[in-house]
């Protein structure tokens, strides 16, 4: 029998039958009753028991009862080693991370399944390789989701104006590293943040002490951008050249009738509707000759605020007419044109104004030019002198006249066509317009839809208006014209530029914003190196005062000095605010605003009371302007602007100022006001009377002995409610109050001059005779500061 046994399985493996272990790919946890049922036994789960044969050949029948049952052993291994691939390939398409329903293994039992691979339902499958295909699963999922910071191992490298950020990342460290290395630099961890630019030293000094070497990283080339801008034209043909009208421009000092002149020209009352008489921006118009020529006059501001207003009038011009008061002769603004007019290289006409009144001296005005270097032709100069009266309209067709015939001299051309060059001359915001600019055509001709370039913005134009607010068609050289259709108001004074279309206008606009932007990181990155210097210097002294330290005694006295620091912080912000006045400026043009900041430039008081400008900007006073005058405790200066209703009740509910005024002088000396009521009052004292000490005797009170001094009054009074000091060869060595005064025996209240009296002190002081009795009050009075503006 063993020998017929071992014969059936040397059978078996000759057919390339193996042992159950051989035949399991991993190991898999199946049910016991499964495998003993369908191995063990030898059989189908499902087969029937046959009959036994006959006892007399029982031989043969056991032989071949044996060679079936490891047929159906062989037959059951195969179906169970299919079964095994299966369940192996399935656990290899990432099955497990589908969404599972468990299967109850009670409920289905996998004895009771058919072992054929092809009939074995696949969920049932899944369900039995299920639990330990979901723990690997698991442990997979969580290594991937742990992030750990790549080490860095070797040379780190490194570039210039690397961020704290970046640095530790090269480094495979992280941030407090970085901040912990910086402690031996002289850097101020205090101003450090993550992104905070780093130098190339302290990058270096970082990198070693870290343990790392350093390389440097190869420089990425940047490409060289583009220079986009648009430029001005070649000059034109001569052929092409058209006489255009002469730009003239007035200038003068500040009331010397530089409007009504213009306003005689113009046969319009422009002079009425300025406040105070005074210009406050430029005012461009057009005057028809009766000969049939066109002069354009500029009227520029003559008081001292607006420098550079008259400044830009000079450099868009072709004449000045320089008009001087006969009765005031020449004046600092006077001075001032004149010196504008040289410098723009521009010819001068003299107007002599108000020769009608009695007082006016129209000789001793040229002669007062003479020293000015303006020689007039009757001197044997060049400039013509001609003596009007604005108000009156005298001699004005002569001036008329003498401005053409100039005009004619400098034989005045340009091209009107082509791509239109201009200048602004004015910036302002109108509520129902938007930003709008008055600029004179300087070449070619402006039109509607034509796509304009100035400063750091740019405009498609909506429409043209002249001077009288009326829409006009087109702009021919040398007309002043008022353009709308701007995307932000652009800054007096910058030059427009025709381009061929809005794309081109935007890549001016962005090359002209890339250059700023360069230009100012290059500063301030001088400023940050002059910093850097200067904190080095600071932070070498100190070590040098530590040197003698160990490295803790060191660090203790720093934390010492920054604990201090530190709590002094709070009230050094509280005194500066308390001390700072912050101010909002609002105009209604550009120009004007710019005029006030120019005023403001000059306050040299900064340890007096601190200006601070928060904003400054065109229009009406807005909910924005309120918001911000609230967030810094400010006040709001409007410049011929206005402040509805709704906003002056805002203003009142939140206690925000708002001063609104229409002539410069008047609100730079509320400014001043405001500057006053921020300075802290200063105690003045007030000499009541005088008293010299005659004789000095003590009276006994008690134990103690009390100096008393006799003292005759010889100014004033003594009154014993008020303060006194004891003044001994021209030195004060005592302030208080008396303790005793007596006329005679008698405790009186006062002493008037002439009366002897007895005192003593509320401190225990010894008098010496010719001593002096000062009695004073003390009064507090409120500073004014010390800022000039210059008017």
């Not at 006249?401 to 915001?429: P, Q």
Request: with cysteine; charged share 30%.
């Amino acid at each position: 029998m063993r020998r017929e046994r071992r014969a059936g399985r040397e059978a078996l493996r000759g057919r390339g039958v193996f042992s159950l272990p051989s035949l399991v790919p991993f190991p898999l946890f199946l049910p016991h009753s499964f495998i003993h049922s369908a191995g063990c036994q030898g059989r189908h789960p499902g087969a029937r028991r046959k009959a036994l044969p006959p006892r007399g050949g029982r031989a043969a029948a056991d032989r071949g009862e044996m060679n079936q049952g490891l047929l159906l052993r062989f037959e059951n291994l195969v179906q169970l080693r299919g079964a095994c691939q299966q369940l192996r390939a399935l656990s290899s398409r990432k099955v497990c991370g589908a969404r599972w329903k468990p299967v109850e293994l009670s409920a289905h039992p996998l004895g009771c399944l058919p072992l054929h691979p092809q009939l074995w339902p696949e969920h049932r499958l899944i369900s039995a390789a299920l639990p330990q295909c979901r723990h690997l699963a698991t442990k997979e999922e969580t290594k991937k989701k742990k992030k750990k910071i790549p080490l860095t191992k070797g040379e780190v490298e490194i570039r210039q104006r690397m961020t704290v950020e970046e640095l530790a990342q090269a480094m495979g460290k992280d941030i407090d590293h970085v901040y912990e290395v910086l402690l031996y630099t002289n850097i101020n961890l205090d101003s450090v943040e993550p992104d905070s630019i780093l130098s190339e030293d302290h990058i270096k000094m970082i990198v070693q002490k870290s343990g790392m070497k350093y390389k440097s990283a190869k420089l990425k080339e940047e490409k060289e951008r583009k220079n986009t801008d648009a430029v001005k034209r070649p000059p034109a043909d001569p052929a092409v050249l058209t006489p255009r009208p002469p730009v003239v421009t007035i200038l003068g000092h500040v009331d010397h009738g530089k409007t009504t002149l213009l306003d005689s020209l113009r046969k319009t009352q422009v002079a009425a509707m300025e406040a105070g008489g005074i210009t406050q921006h430029i005012g461009a118009f057009i005057v028809h000759m009766p000969s049939g020529e066109k002069i354009t006059f500029l009227d520029t501001p003559g008081h001292a605020a607006f420098s550079a207003m008259r400044a830009r009038g000079t450099n868009v011009t072709d004449i000045v007419i320089l008009v001087v008061a006969a009765e005031d002769g020449v004046m600092q603004q006077t001075i001032e044109s004149i010196q504008h007019a040289k410098n723009a290289g521009v010819p001068l006409i003299l107007a002599i104004n108000k020769c009608d009144k009695p007082e006016a001296d129209p000789e001793r005005v040229k002669k007062e030019l003479l020293a000015h270097d303006v020689v007039c032709e009757e001197f044997g100069g060049d400039v013509q002198a001609v003596n009007i009266s604005a108000l009156k309209g005298e001699n004005l067709m002569v001036l008329a006249e003498a401005t053409v015939a100039l005009a004619e001299m400098l034989e005045l051309k340009a091209d009107a066509t082509g791509l239109v060059e201009g200048t602004i001359i004015e910036s302002r915001k109108d509520k129902g317009k938007g930003p709008l600019t008055t600029a004179i055509i300087q070449r070619g001709t402006l039109r509607r839809g034509c796509v304009l370039v100035a400063g750091k913005t740019w405009a498609k134009v909506r429409f043209l208006f002249d001077e009288n607010g009326k829409a006009v068609d087109a702009a021919s050289p040398g007309t002043p014209v008022e353009i709308m259709g701007w995307k932000e108001s652009p800054s007096a004074g910058d030059e427009i530029l025709e381009v061929e279309s809005e794309q081109r206008a935007q890549e001016v606009v962005a090359w002209r914003t890339y250059v700023e932007q360069q230009e100012k990181m290059k500063k301030d990155l001088e400023v940050i190196e002059a910093k850097q210097k200067e904190h080095r210097v600071e932070y070498e002294k100190q070590q040098q005062k530590l040197a003698h330290l160990t490295w803790r005694q060191r660090k203790a006295v720093l934390y010492k000095a920054n604990k201090q620091l530190m709590f002094s912080r709070p009230k050094e912000r509280t005194e500066m605010d308390e001390n700072t006045l912050s101010v909002i400026v609002k105009g209604d043009v550009d120009g004007s605003v710019e005029a006030i900041l120019n005023i403001l430039d000059s306050y040299d008081c900064e340890d007096e009371c601190k200006l601070d400008i928060v904003y400054f900007g065109m229009g009406d006073i807005s909910e924005n302007d309120i918001s911000l005058a609230e967030a810094f405790n400010g006040v709001i200066f409007g410049f011929s602007v206005k402040a509805n209703e709704s906003i002056k009740k805002l203003a009142d509910k939140k206690g925000i100022k708002i001063k609104l005024h229409n002539i410069i002088y008047k609100l730079i000396e509320d400014l001043k006001d405001e500057l006053n009521s921020r300075l802290p009052p200063t105690l003045v004292e007030t000499t009541v009377g005088e008293a010299s000490v005659l004789d000095t005797f003590s009276v006994t009170v008690g134990k103690n002995k009390i100096p008393v001094a006799g003292c005759r009054v010889h100014k004033g009074l003594l009154d014993r409610k008020m303060k006194f000091k004891l003044i001994r060869n021209r030195d004060v060595i005592w302030k208080g109050c008396l303790s005793s005064l007596k006329h005679h025996k008698d405790d009186v209240q006062v002493i008037k001059t002439g009366m002897d009296c007895g005192l003593s002190l509320d401190k225990n002081l010894e008098f010496s005779i010719g001593d002096e009795i000062i009695c004073y009050e003390e009064k507090e009075v409120q500073q004014t500061t010390s800022w000039d503006p210059g008017f």
